[in-house]
């Protein structure tokens, strides 16, 4: 009995670390190739085109990575749901930090960014735990509109010190808040029979089309004022998003059981 229960308190752990190592390896392989693809991958595999139709179909490359996740996700989502979860979180976050898939450069502000969300990810879920996901959420992507056109601003100003400020802030502190949350809200709409599988099919369908945001921003931004246009297209999809969230259930007081199932009701005790 000791050592089942041994064996069985394991398995969240090493299912954790297998997920954060599978996740850094993907986000390390999209991070290179979207930075190389808005770079260099125009002029090395489409030079005869002109640099924005090559910078167009680097892109697009890009975006075809992620069409094959949906079908990953079908095919391997009901695996684990029958033969267990160990090692898949059904997919990772990318509302696609344009930074990296518009244009590779200030790469200083990436990193503090990302730092800062170490600290910042905790703290938002902290939150959602006792206010519940959907309030956390849908303040994130509202910011995140507005933050993001605030960003584009300052990249077409050149002025490193804004880029700076508001790429920390943006992707360090106010896109952790849906980062942070969404693994969670996404999951608990499922009860546990399909919860792996509904969760990762739905995210990676939209992880697909989202792969070619960057080719979209780039057929739209041209100009000296097309950062306007691809702020008012990435706000509009925030927008979206919390237009969604908010039709979601509330779940941060359902009870582990009760996820997913049309009887499931907030407990009377909230979360510490």
């Excluded at 930075?35 to 179909?57: C, D, E, M, Q």
């Excluded at 956390?136 to 700076?164: H, K, R, T």
């Excluded at 039709?247 to 359902?254: D, S």
């Amino acid at each position: 009995m000791t050592d089942h229960s041994t064996a069985t308190q394991g398995k969240p752990r090493k299912a954790a670390v297998a997920a954060w190592i599978g996740s850094a390896l993907e986000y390390y392989d999209f991070f290179i190739y979207g930075t190389a693809a808005a770079l260099v991958f125009n002029k090395i595999f489409f030079p005869a085109s002109s640099p924005a139709t090559g910078t167009l179909l680097a892109l697009a490359t890009f975006g075809v990575g992620y069409l094959a996740r949906p079908v990953g996700a079908f095919v391997l989502g009901q695996r684990a749901a029958r033969r267990g979860r160990l090692g898949d979180r059904g997919g990772e976050h990318h509302l696609h930090r344009l930074r990296a898939q518009l244009r590779g450069e200030h790469r200083r502000p990436g990193v503090l960014a990302n730092v800062a969300a170490l600290f910042a990810i905790p703290l938002w879920a902290k939150l959602a735990d006792r206010i519940g996901r959907k309030p956390v959420f849908i303040g994130g992507s509202l910011g995140c509109a507005v933050l993001m056109a605030a960003y584009l601003w300052s990249l077409s100003l050149g002025d490193y010190w804004l880029i700076f400020a508001t790429g920390i802030l943006m992707f360090g502190v106010v896109y952790s808040a849906t980062n942070g949350i969404w693994p969670a809200f996404y999951g608990e709409m499922f009860p546990a029979r399909v919860r792996l599988s509904g969760m990762a099919i739905g995210t990676q369908i939209g992880f697909a089309l989202a792969g070619f945001a960057p080719s979209i921003a780039e057929a739209i931004g041209s100009g000296r004022d097309g950062w306007v246009n691809v702020a008012l297209f990435t706000g509009g999809l925030c927008v979206l998003n919390a237009i969604a969230v908010a039709t979601g259930r509330e779940t941060y007081r359902v009870p582990t059981e009760d996820l997913g199932l049309a009887s499931g009701r907030p407990s009377g005790v909230g979360v510490g």
